[in-house]
T-cell receptor, first 114, second 110 residues
Framework: GAGVSQTPSNKVTEKGKYVELRCDPISGHTALYWYRQSLGQGPEFLIYFQGTGAADDSGLPNDRFFAVRPEGSVSTLKIQRTERGDSAVYLC????????????FGPGTRLTVT | RKEVEQDPGPFNVPEGATVAFNCTYS??????FFWYRQDCRKEPKLLMSVYSSGNEDGRFTAQLNRASQYISLLIRDSKLSDSATYLC???????????FGTGTLLAVQP
């Protein structure tokens, strides 16, 4: 079946602009995670959704970052007033439930802020 | 200090060699442990889970020592196709978030 998909695959934006990154999880997966991977680093947790609600947003770096999942499926990560330090690969992962099931990762969105 | 520590490498080994990666984690509340593989410009993919009893999958053997908070991965008979970054990962918290190490780069040479 279809895996996790993310769009766009690449996004180049100017400093100060607003961007939206989209994640389509595997059908039926209730848990959705966003991670950010900077060059030379492992992915870092940003936010977790169980259904429609953000159950853990402790990894969001500041209030310029926000994410939604209004119908419990597709999620959008929103970044306001982008900065060059936001340049990274943004990865989305989904899993079936809440008992530590395997997380499946999407291909990521490579964000470059110029 | 990072919560999950790995030697970043690179490890350059010839085909057929045995290579071992080590990792330590600092949070004793960590619940589950994994090795992920990440190819260049691709997403991480689960290689194997890690258990205290040790587990083996073909040429790959993983081991967890909870007392020492230490995780290892052994790759026997290295293949060119094993070249990748190997990420040590722990899962913790009620939300099951994954905490990644920085990854260890393996380059298997012909």
């Amino acid at each position: 079946g279809a895996g996790v998909s993310q769009t766009p695959s690449n996004k180049v934006t100017e400093k100060g602009k607003y961007v939206e990154l989209r994640c389509d999880p595997i059908s039926g997966h209730t848990a959705l995670y966003w991670y950010r991977q900077s060059l030379g680093q492992g992915p870092e947790f940003l936010i977790y959704f169980q259904g429609t609600g953000a159950a853990d947003d402790s990894g969001l770096p500041n209030d310029r970052f926000f994410a939604v999942r209004p119908e419990g499926s597709v999620s959008t990560l929103k970044i306001q007033r982008t900065e060059r330090g936001d340049s990274a690969v943004y990865l989305c992962a989904s899993s079936f439930g809440t008992s530590g099931e395997r997380q499946y990762f999407g291909p990521g969105t490579r964000l470059t802020v110029t | 200090r990072k919560e999950v520590e790995q030697d970043p490498g690179p490890f350059n080994v010839p085909e057929g060699a045995t290579v071992a990666f080590n990792c330590t984690y600092s949070n004793s509340a960590s619940q589950s442990f994994f090795w992920y593989r990440q190819d260049c410009r691709k997403e991480p993919k689960l290689l194997m889970s890690v258990y205290s009893s040790g587990n083996e999958d073909g040429r790959f053997t993983a081991q967890l020592n909870r007392a020492s908070q230490y995780i290892s991965l052994l790759i026997r008979d290295s293949k060119l196709s094993d070249s990748a970054t190997y990420l040590c990962v722990v899962m913790r918290g009620a939300t099951n978030k994954l905490i990644f190490g920085t990854g260890t780069l393996l380059a298997v040479q012909p």
